[in-house]
Structures are given as structure tokens and as C-alpha cells.
């Protein structure tokens, strides 16, 4: 359940954020990285079918990952799209969401479909029991252009850095190409598609993602990873 009492309004945009229990590194392996994509896609629209073998599973979420279209028997639609999703990314411990409701409160749907599919997928592969994300996860509306541009880079660009260089953010990017490139390369986040390297079946469409989108968002990246690059240490005073 999210931390706030408030209603989730259609066409509110939200970034959500939820983590796994005891800072649990569940976003490790691609295997399970390939599952979470895929869940992702089948909570949104109703539920995986039976029977799916894991290798499938990881075919599934690259073709999606890669605009693709999938088999309608590999998930059990129910419904129309609960969210659409602007940006993501999964960071080892965690994943965030800059999402837009598809109808009101679909959001808490959205997040317990997708939550409790995979967490059951998680605990069978690894042989464990019990919850495996926090019971709340953390949402927040987003009210303003500025916000918004703030929220895309914040979940497309400064989270994945986050594991390109640990701590990145105090002391500063030691080389904008590699941190470019990382990005670039990175698969589990929405960055390749924010620079048109990519058309994920993941995100909304296209008419949905230009009216929250930034324009030139190459440019609007650049020049944020120009503010942060490294100083050498010892200059003169």
C-alpha cells in the first residue's frame, strides 16, 4: 500500500518506488532482471499463463524489451492497461516507476499484481519464503512540468548511474563517455528508449510518452552529466 492516504487520479502522474526487504539484492542476475520485464507487461493487462518455461519467459521480455509483439497465449488479458509507464528502473535493491494511472486507484492494483507475481517467481527459483518487497512502497504525484523533467531524469538516468559509479552523485561522474555509454548499454531501464535507441512494448504509446516527454532529451542529458563531472582533487585555492 503506498505511504499517503490519497486517491491515485487517472492521469496523475506518479513516481513510485518500491524496495525489497532487508535491502535484498533481488535485481542481480539478468534471468530474474528478463522476469520482472515480463511480469511487468502481463500484471498490467491481467496475468502469465501456465506452463511458461523460464527460457520462454526470458525470450518474452526481450522481444517486449525490443518493441516487439508477443504470442497472445503466453499472458491472460483481463482488462485494459492498469498504468502507462513514462520511465523506469531496476536498481539491484529496488525499482522506480514514472507511471500514469489508466483509470483512478488502478495504481495499487497494478503495483500488488506486479509485487506478488514476481515475488512468488523469486521465492520458488531461490528457495525462500516470505515477502519479499517492503508492504509500502512509496508514491509521489507529480504536479508540474519541472517536476516532471526532474522525475524522467531521476529514473532513466541518475538511478542506473547509481550502479555504473556508486556514488556518483557526491563526488561527481569520472568520465561523461563511459557513463554515456553505460546508459546506453544498460537494457533494464527506460533510457534507451528516451533516446530512440529503443521502442519498448513496456512504456505507453508513443502519443502518451510525447506529451510528458522532454524535448531533445539527448541534450537535456548531456548537459545535466556536464554539471556533474569529477574536479580533480588539490587544486590550487
Not at 143 to 168: C, E, I, K
Request: positive net charge; proline residues 5%; contains cysteine.
Amino acid at each position: 500500500m503506498p505511504y499517503r492516504n490519497f486517491v491515485f487520479e487517472k492521469d496523475q502522474p506518479f513516481h513510485i518506488i518500491s524496495r525489497a526487504v532487508d535491502e535484498r539484492k533481488i535485481f542481480v542476475e539478468e534471468s530474474d532482471c528478463y522476469r520482472f520485464i515480463f511480469q511487468m507487461y502481463a500484471a498490467n493487462l491481467g496475468k502469465p499463463n501456465f506452463n511458461l518455461h523460464r527460457a520462454n519467459v526470458i525470450n518474452v521480455a526481450k522481444s517486449l524489451l525490443n518493441g516487439y509483439e508477443i504470442s497472445d497465449d503466453l499472458i491472460t488479458s483481463e482488462h485494459d492497461p492498469l498504468v502507462y509507464i513514462l520511465d523506469f528502473c531496476l536498481n539491484v535493491t529496488h525499482y522506480h516507476f514514472y507511471l500514469l494511472p489508466a483509470y483512478k486507484d488502478s495504481v495499487p492494483l497494478f503495483i500488488k499484481k506486479l509485487n506478488g507475481g514476481f515475488a512468488k517467481y523469486f521465492n520458488l527459483k531461490h528457495n525462500r519464503k516470505g515477502p519479499l518487497f517492503i508492504s509500502r512502497y512509496k508514491s509521489i504525484p507529480i504536479d508540474t512540468d519541472f517536476q516532471s523533467d526532474a522525475v524522467s531524469r531521476y529514473v532513466s538516468v541518475t538511478n542506473p548511474l547509481d550502479m555504473h559509479q556508486p556514488g556518483w552523485r557526491e563526488n561527481g561522474l569520472v568520465d561523461i563517455e563511459k557513463a554515456l555509454r553505460f546508459l546506453e548499454d544498460y537494457k533494464f531501464s527506460s533510457f534507451p528508449d528516451k533516446i530512440g535507441r529503443r521502442q519498448s512494448k513496456i512504456l505507453a504509446a508513443k502519443e502518451i510518452l510525447y506529451k510528458y516527454g522532454i524535448e531533445n532529451y539527448n541534450n537535456f542529458v548531456k548537459e545535466f552529466l556536464k554539471q556533474k563531472i569529477s574536479l580533480p582533487k588539490n587544486l590550487p585555492v
